[in-house]
């Protein structure tokens, strides 16, 4: 699952881990789903900007989505109601994203870029740790 903070943390450190065995690679092909690992290999593996990066995301998964749309309608496992909640939060959320992506420098959205999959990372390791001292059992 996408939202495991251990499936992040293994996101963020696979290219790194690529990089210390074959550090001349040239090619290195990455099964994507949701296109989580495609941004990460674009911008850490090959050095490409963020902003290009999300952008051939952004790309690969319409695609992704179109064909799969029609399956989830045939088989109706869509919430409508939630589609619809969440196109009306989304669409300007991902303007104002946008309009603020294109003002902040390269150098600054590589550097938040980095200190979001560390702190993934962490919470990832910590996160037993805390569910352990509160008393709850860990995720698997």
Sequence with gaps: PFDDYEVMAGQG????EIL??????????????????LVLYLAGLCGMPPYTAQGINLLFYLC????AFPVHIKKQTLSW????????LGVPASLLGALLGAHIPQRAARIAMGCFLLAGGALALLSPLLQKRRGAAPQN
Excluded at 13 to 16: A, E, I, N, S
Excluded at 81 to 88: A, G, K, P, S, Y
Aim: aromatic share 2%; net charge negative; charged share 10%.
């Design 13 to 16: 450190t696979v290219g790194l």
């Design 20 to 37: 210390s065995v074959l550090p001349t690679v040239d090619t290195v092909v990455v099964p994507v789903g949701g296109g989580g690992l």
């Design 64 to 67: 992704a989505v179109l064909g």
């Design 81 to 88: 109601r939630l589609l619809f909640e969440l196109c009306i």
